[in-house]
């Protein structure tokens, strides 16, 4: 597989957040390390430090979202950063601007830190390809490529309730083959060692050869779930049903929405996770959503420290990281 | 002014030479002796080809000139000049300019041009369709009468089977020949990189295998049933070959091509995103790379072709599936196929057959050859010249190309057209 330099400053520093894949794993390790001392200052009354102080922080969204923009505007601020919302599918790019071109007019403001989503698998890596030297990019999302700052939040969730990776059998199910989530989430478990990482869906929704990423694929959820610790599933978009993918809503839950009968096939102290939203009673039956098993909600204030964590990490360093490449 | 070349190395497939000989052209364009010249032959210009390779002029079975309609891309003046200067003297232009090429007016609009401009011979491509829009024929007879050598609806699908049955037949009727690119549409499904490990990997939408293998079959069938001549244009899997391998053996009046960029890159190189490797149909896997390279020693593959598709700077400059698809190809046409000789897989004659006589017999044109009284369309090679391409080099307007700093080895330091020498390194026009 060919390097990819583009992540990383000359210095070896992490300089953009684009993808999981090709991160070392003691990066993704200090990462986690550092989300857990942010998680603590949550808890505070005072929910501020000051590390980017003076910065600003675009949210440039040009598809549309709530919870990951919310999340990440609460994290820029909760380290001081200044935060500038902007959905661009509304203004300028209706106007014919390229892609770039807003970049370079935003970066024209003195932009530091670029929080980029967009509907086009490699956005992130082609605005990243195109910044001066001293702005930064996480991809929060780009087509069906990545979405890394989730996988991250769900890595910190699984360890926080689960240990260690190694001892770990983990299930995704659903919409793999539209999903940059789960393809963020199979990068990271691999790079962090997890036992066993197994996709789970219909063949309609799974990508061609997508053992090659390292996972096990299965057909039967039930077979998929057996002795599995995490269960992630994903979300299905509702469009997915008129392009012959699906036939109906009835038959994927039957099949593959997660009902306490399927979940019972997984361990019992199974942990059961989703990116959101949700589709109650189409990929998930509220039962288990609402049920003893489920970190969902965990998943969403995890996700304030762990983007904190990578905020501060490309810009700044962490202490954990600085202390580690001193000689 | 007649023109003598001195001390070359001649390769001519066409007419089985690949020895030392000196080359006669007579004031009028013409060649008059290979070897030998006629008697009173009087050389008023001598050139000098010692330790060089004299070839007939390339012929490119498929180059988008950009004109009429896209000029801000290319124009004919600047990728005719681009093609002289890779040795390419014969060019074919598909008939998706703007507006298409289905009127005979449009189709002498743009040999007129290329006359003018006078640098390297420019043969259009009729549409197959009107507007390309798959559902009623063109007036295939008149385009014929104007110039166009074979009939195409370009990347636009004729989807509707009876149309593409109807127009084959009627195309049948004048003994012309329809140049296919096989894709089922509804397989393509707005795909742009293979689909296999490396689109799953990045997450762009892929374009299976099988759309081009139903495309070839559905076309193969209605060629059986109309007894068409057909050309299908930049195969790209290991099974469309072996669909049209088996058709020739089986008697069928089939040739197809494969662009230089389809044997030396794969999917891999698509690495991140790097939207230059963004071509349709899209680069494979290594085992269809390798299968499209041995179709050429058995003779499947009966050319190589450039595909050029010069594009602005901001064609690429997008994220990988809403970028341009197409590769700026003539001056990599000639470095690519000589690669194929240093990498052993053809001998130097084979390849240069390859970009020169058998391209011309497609598109049935007299040209690619070296006999008496042909055109002098002459490319002259320094075999040895080592070199990078660099993008100030490119002459094409379009600088997208994947090739940026491939070594290649081998360089064109002459190219003639009608006995004139239209390019000269070192000596810019």
Not at chain 1, 63 to 76: D, L, Q, V, Y
Not at chain 1, 181 to 203: F, N, Q
Not at chain 1, 269 to 294: F, K, Q, T, Y
């Amino acid at each position: 597989m060919k390097q990819d330099g583009r992540q990383f400053d000359s210095h070896g520093r992490l300089r953009h957040f684009l993808t999981i894949e090709g991160l070392p794993r003691q990066t993704i390790l200090d990462i986690l390390d550092t989300a857990e001392s942010f998680i603590a200052m949550g808890e505070r009354e005072i929910k501020k430090v000051p590390l980017l102080r003076g910065k600003t922080v675009v949210n440039l969204f040009f598809e549309s979202s709530t919870r990951t923009r919310t999340t990440f505007e609460i994290a820029a601020k909760r380290l001081s950063a200044d935060v500038i919302n902007i959905n661009p599918s509304l203004s300028s790019t209706a106007k014919g601007e390229t892609l770039l071109d807003t970049v370079r007019n935003l970066e024209a403001m003195h932009t530091d830190l670029f929080v980029v989503r967009h509907a086009s698998s490699g956005a992130a890596y082609l605005i990243a390809g195109h910044v001066s030297e001293h702005v930064h990019i996480i991809n929060a999302g780009d087509g069906r490529h990545a979405h890394p700052t989730q996988a991250m939040l769900d890595m910190f969730t699984i360890r926080r309730h689960k240990g260690p990776f190694e001892n770990l059998r983990v299930a995704i199910v659903g919409d793999v083959l539209h999903s940059r989530v789960a393809r963020s989430e199979i990068h990271a478990l691999t790079t962090l060692g997890a036992a066993e990482v197994r996709v789970i869906a219909p063949k309609t929704l799974l990508p061609t050869a997508v053992e090659k990423l390292g996972v096990h694929p299965f057909t039967d959820m039930r077979a998929g779930l057996a002795d599995v610790d995490v269960i992630m599933m994903l979300r299905l978009q509702r469009e997915r049903m008129t392009g012959a993918l699906i036939p109906s809503e009835q038959e994927y839950f039957n099949l593959y929405g997660l009902t306490a009968e399927k979940r019972a096939y997984a361990k019992p102290d199974v942990i059961v996770m989703h990116p959101g939203p949700m589709n109650r009673g189409l990929e998930i039956d509220s039962a288990v959503a609402d049920g003893p098993n489920s970190v969902i909600l965990p998943q969403v204030t995890n996700g304030i420290a762990v983007r904190m964590a990578i905020m501060a990490l490309i810009m700044g360093g962490t202490p954990a990281a600085e202390a580690r490449r001193a000689p | 002014m007649s023109l003598v070349i001195k001390g070359g190395h001649v390769i001519d497939p066409a007419n089985n030479i690949d020895s030392p000989h000196d080359v006669y052209i007579a004031a009028d364009g013409f060649i008059v002796g290979v070897g030998s010249a006629p008697s009173g032959f009087k050389a008023e210009r001598t050139l000098d080809a010692k330790g060089k390779l004299v070839c007939p002029g390339l012929v490119d079975l498929r180059a988008r000139l950009r004109e009429p309609g896209l000029e801000y891309k290319a124009t004919m003046e600047s990728e005719t000049r681009a093609a002289v200067s890779a040795g390419i003297t014969t060019l074919c232009c598909p008939p998706d300019t703007q507006p298409p090429i289905d009127t005979p007016a449009m189709a002498q609009m743009i040999q007129q041009r290329a006359w003018r401009i006078g640098l390297a011979f420019v043969h259009p491509l009729g549409a197959l369709t009107r507007a390309l829009e798959g559902q009623q024929l063109t007036d295939m007879a008149a385009l014929d009468e104007a110039g166009c050598v074979g009939f195409s609806n370009a990347l636009q699908p004729v989807t509707d089977t009876l149309v593409m049955r109807r127009a084959m037949e009627y195309a049948a009727s004048f003994d012309l020949t329809v140049f296919l690119h096989a894709q089922d549409p509804w397989l393509q499904n707005g795909g742009c990189v293979h689909e296999g490990e490396i689109g799953t990997r990045l997450g762009l939408p892929g374009i299976p295998e099988a759309a081009e293998t139903v495309g070839v079959a559905r076309d193969l069938a209605l060629i059986e049933q109309t007894g068409v001549r057909a050309h299908f244009c930049q195969l790209s899997s290991s099974r469309a070959v072996a669909m049209v391998a088996e058709a020739q053996k089986r008697g069928l009046p089939v040739s197809a091509d494969v662009t230089a960029h389809h044997l030396h890159l794969t999917e891999h190189d698509i690495g991140f995103f790097n939207t230059q490797c963004h071509v349709l149909p899209p680069l494979r896997s290594t085992r269809d790379r390798e299968v499209l390279r041995r179709a050429l020693k058995t003779g499947v593959l009966g050319a190589i072709c450039s595909d050029h598709q010069p594009h602005e700077p901001d064609a690429k400059l997008a994220p990988f599936a809403d970028s341009e698809p197409g590769i700026s190809g003539l001056e990599t046409l000639l470095p690519l196929t000589l690669k194929l000789v240093d990498e052993k897989l053809l001998t130097l004659s084979e390849a240069i057959a390859l970009v020169t006589h058998k391209p011309a017999a497609i598109l049935g044109v007299d040209a690619g050859h070296l006999g008496i009284d042909a055109s002098a369309d002459i490319c002259i090679i320094d075999p040895k010249a080592h070199w990078t391409l660099t993008a100030d080099q490119l002459k094409s307007r379009g600088h997208n190309t994947p090739f940026l700093g491939w070594e290649f080895r081998g360089k064109v330091t002459h190219t003639l057209v009608g006995g004139e020498v239209v390019f000269e390194l070192g000596v810019e026009t």
